[in-house]
């Protein structure tokens, strides 16, 4: 069975600090792995990192992919309280799983 | 706004009740996938529907099922309810299937069923 785990489960930080999320998957068959950004409803997709696109970069977001050590971390630099919100990574093609989520916090 | 939109935005009714949930996708997305997420199982596939076709399925209830129609939008239908059936259904939609490669899914709003 496909499985997702993130870590931390929650945390807190001050506006200005560098954040990293952690997602680590086992999964059969590797199509893909997407981050998404849930605050009050609606999963905002974020990035999706495949074989052929490990590394992606929006702004103050980015993300990397090892497919060989089977995680993939998000960063977060200088945050901002617009960034609360709880961080999902998702894994699959069609089917995706999800791991619990990192509830971000970031204070002013 | 990611162009999926769910109706209603929020439904309450009673234990054995039957509802129905409506989704359309983003214009030229051909895939629909519907999730359920609740505080204990967090965000669960249950079917995704490609071109009007019953594409894969999740742990979806044999008491749930779902259609897509010609013109793509989607409709889940909940019958017999119960009490741990409340939680957050969204709608999802991609241009493709997915089932090749990696594939992007948009969320739409979400419909929050509450059963009494």
């Known amino acids: 069975e496909d499985k997702v785990v993130q870590s931390p489960l929650s945390l807190v930080v001050h506006e200005g600090d560098t954040v990293t999320l952690n997602c680590s998957y086992e999964v059969t068959n590797f199509r893909s792995l997407l981050w998404y950004k849930q605050e009050k409803k609606a999963p905002t997709f974020l990035f999706m990192l495949t074989s052929s696109g490990i590394e992606k970069k929006s702004g103050r977001l980015s993300s990397i992919l090892d497919k060989k050590e089977l995680f993939s971390i998000l960063n977060i630099t200088a945050t901002q309280t617009g960034d609360s919100a709880v961080y999902l990574c998702a894994v699959g093609g069609n089917k995706l799983v999800f791991g619990a989520g990192t509830i971000l916090r970031v204070k002013s | ?116």
Do not use: M
């Not at chain 2, 309450?12 to 997305?29: E, F, H, K, M, N």
């Not at chain 2, 997420?37 to 209830?61: M, P, V």
């Not at chain 2, 013109?71 to 709608?91: I, K, P, V």
């Open chain 2, 1 to 116: 706004d990611s162009g999926v939109t769910q109706t209603p935005k929020h439904l309450i009714t009673a234990t054995g009740q039957r509802v129905t949930l409506r989704c359309s996708p983003r214009s030229g997305d051909l895939s629909v996938y519907w999730y359920q997420q609740s505080l204990d199982q967090g965000l669960q596939f249950l079917i995704q529907y490609y071109n009007g076709e019953e594409r894969a399925k999740g742990n979806i209830l044999e008491r749930f099922s779902a259609q897509q129609f010609p013109d793509l939008h989607s409709e889940l239908n909940l019958s017999s309810l119960e009490l741990g059936d409340s939680a957050l259904y969204f709608c999802a939609s991609s241009v493709h299937s997915g089932t090749s490669g990696g594939n992007e899914q948009f969320f739409g709003p979400g419909t929050r069923l509450t059963v009494l």
